[in-house]
């Protein structure tokens, strides 16, 4: 069936380092792709998502390419700060799959120390 | 401003005892899903709908129930069925089911049984 598979946590980094969250994924379709924040006690909120082949998706910094020909969907961000240390979750959205559902990744603990 | 609110963000039950959680959306969606968090894990859906009066089990819906009388609101009751209800529900809303369509989610409730 449908999955998603990110890297596993926690990362721990300094301040303005790089990060990479892989995650990569199987579908029998053609899926929508997303990655969710969740800070400590709370919801999930939409970070960027990607529709299409080669789409990148890009918010407050952060960057993901779909990239069809691997099946990957990698979380990105040139520097980072302290302010995003949070738990990141990469999703898909497949139509035919429930409703819509999302097909969520077990999600990777960031902790950016100063 | 529009949202998803979620309530109580806390609540504590004895064992055998069913219990109801609200979820509530003013941002006129039509899809509405209940999801599941455990500690170190990703989001299981438990049920959905895509239209007032309409809803589908999820992956794990066994021990529990939900209803959809209005557009707005989409409780989800925890029955003493539950073999392990201790967790994160998290609810969520998006436009329609379209794989592109983004789903927003509240704030979530932590349930605890003991």
């Known amino acids: 069936g449908d999955s998603v598979t990110q890297m596993e946590g926690p990362v721990t980094l300094s301040e303005e380092a790089c990060l990479t969250i892989?995650?990569?994924?199987?579908?029998?379709?053609?899926?929508?792709l997303f990655w969710y924040v969740q800070y400590p006690g709370e919801g999930l909120q939409l970070l960027l998502k990607?529709?299409?082949?080669?789409d990148k998706g890009s918010n407050k910094g952060f960057e993901a390419t779909y990239r069809k020909e691997t099946t990957s969907f990698h979380l990105e961000k040139g520097s980072v700060q302290v302010s995003d240390s949070a738990v990141y979750f990469c999703?898909?959205?497949?139509?035919?799959?429930?409703?819509?559902?999302?097909?969520f990744g077990q999600g990777t603990e960031l902790s950016v120390k100063p | 401003d529009g949202g998803i609110t979620q309530s109580p963000k806390y609540l504590f039950r004895k064992e055998g005892q069913n219990v109801t959680l609200s979820c509530e959306q003013n941002?006129?969606?039509?899809?509405m899903y209940w999801y599941r968090q455990d500690p170190g894990q990703g989001l299981r859906l438990i049920y959905y709908?895509?239209?007032?009066?309409?809803?589908q089990k999820g992956d794990i819906a066994e021990g529990y129930s939900v209803s959809r009388e209005k557009k707005e609101s989409f409780p989800l009751t925890v029955t003493s069925a539950q073999k392990n209800p201790t967790a994160f529900y998290l609810c969520?809303?998006?436009?329609?089911?379209?794989?592109?369509?983004?789903?927003?989610f509240g704030p979530g409730t932590r349930l605890t049984v003991t």
């Open positions: 969520a809303s998006s436009i329609g089911s379209g794989f592109s369509d983004e789903q927003y």
């Open positions: 990607a529709t299409k082949a080669d």
């Open positions: 941002l006129n969606h039509d899809a």
């Open positions: 709908s895509q239209i007032v009066n309409d809803f």
């Open positions: 892989n995650c990569t994924y199987t579908a029998t379709g053609y899926p929508s």
């Open positions: 999703a898909l959205r497949y139509i035919y799959n429930q409703g819509g559902k999302l097909i």
